[in-house]
């Protein structure tokens, strides 16, 4: 069964770029049938969409962070990454990686990775 | 963007009894794109519903969602302790794709 994983750095530095990696195990990430998403939750909060990924390269984002965040994939190590850059304190959250069921658009998130908190502080 | 309002924010209620959670959309979703999802402390959402009314693999029957336009309900018929938990709807007609506030299943 597909799981996903996603790790990286807990504490970033305001100002820096916050770089998450997602691997995708037992199963492809070059596959027509998913696309691959990025969320995140500050603590006790809400969900926030960052942006979603097609291997073919088709990448949407959330216009609210478009300018600070970029997501590409690395198919031969089955990976999905996530750069944020300029992080301030408000970019606290955790991060999850998910798989969006679809083939011509992404559709819900079906497998979420655990999620992984990164802390933006000095 | 598509804005989602949820109600209530939190709904006490007993095991057995019936909950009904309301999604609220600021305009109409397409094909009815809504999804639900449910999340407990410390753990990812993981999906309910999608399609505003097909339950995903697994799901118990007593998990339905209903509507479709700007309308959209999750309803549990009958609240298994393992049910008090926050619930999410979520949109993917159009992007950026978005989420509800959420509303918190609690005890009585």
């Known amino acids: ?122 | 963007e598509i804005v989602l309002t949820q109600s209530p924010g939190t709904l006490s209620l007993s095991p057995g009894e019936r909950a009904t959670l309301s999604c609220r959309a600021s305009q109409t979703i397409k094909n009815s794109y809504l999804a639900w999802y449910q999340q407990k402390p410390g753990q990812a959402p993981s999906l309910l519903i999608y399609g505003a009314s097909s339950r995903a693999t697994g799901i118990p029957d007593r998990f339905s969602g209903s509507g479709s336009g700007t309308d959209f309900t999750l309803t549990i018929t009958r609240l298994e302790p393992e049910d008090f938990a926050l619930y999410y709807c979520q949109q993917y007609g159009g992007s950026p794709f978005t989420f509800g506030p959420g509303t918190k299943v609690d005890i009585k």
């Open chain 1, 1 to 122: 069964q597909m799981q996903l994983q996603e790790s990286g750095p807990g504490l970033v530095k305001p100002s820096e770029t916050l770089s998450l990696t997602c691997t995708v195990s037992s199963g492809s990430i070059k596959t027509s049938s998913y696309y691959w998403g990025w969320i995140r939750q500050p603590p006790g909060k809400g969900l926030e969409w960052i942006g979603t990924l097609h291997y073919s390269g088709n990448t949407y984002y959330n216009p609210s962070l478009q300018s600070r965040v970029t997501i590409s994939a690395d198919t031969s190590k089955n990976q999905v990454s996530l750069k944020l850059n300029s992080v301030s304190a408000p970019d606290t959250a955790v991060y999850y990686c998910a798989r969006h069921r679809g083939s011509s658009w992404p559709w819900f998130f079906d497998l979420w990775g655990r999620g992984t908190l990164v802390t933006v502080s000095s």
